[in-house]
């Protein structure tokens, strides 16, 4: 991985952090992945969401919170073994 590459990644892992952290709040945890999974679905743009994807089969979700991880693998559900 490049230096580039690593920082994109980076980027993108404090993101989904981000917004696991505002879906935290919520007192159902299927609820909360639900909505975090949603909201990368709906607002990150297709080649941010194929490279977040990525970084969890590659990496193991590592650096992403469980919340986001939880969310990100139900992205990956959705999406089938193309993604």
């Known amino acids: 991985m490049t230096m580039q590459q690593h ?3 980076a980027a993108l892992v404090k993101m989904a952090n981000d917004i696991a952290d505002y879906f935290r709040s919520e007192p159902q945890r299927e609820l909360a992945v639900e909505g975090i999974a949603n ?3 709906r607002y990150w743009e297709p080649r941010m ?3 977040i994807l990525a970084y ?3 990496h193991g979700g590592e650096g992403l919170n469980e919340l986001a991880r939880a969310a990100i693998a139900r992205l990956a559900q959705r999406q089938g073994p193309s993604a």
Request: without cysteine; glycine residues 0%.
């Open 56 to 58: 969890q089969a590659e």
């Open 7 to 9: 920082d994109a990644a």
């Open 39 to 41: 909201h990368i679905a």
């Open 49 to 51: 969401r194929k490279k």
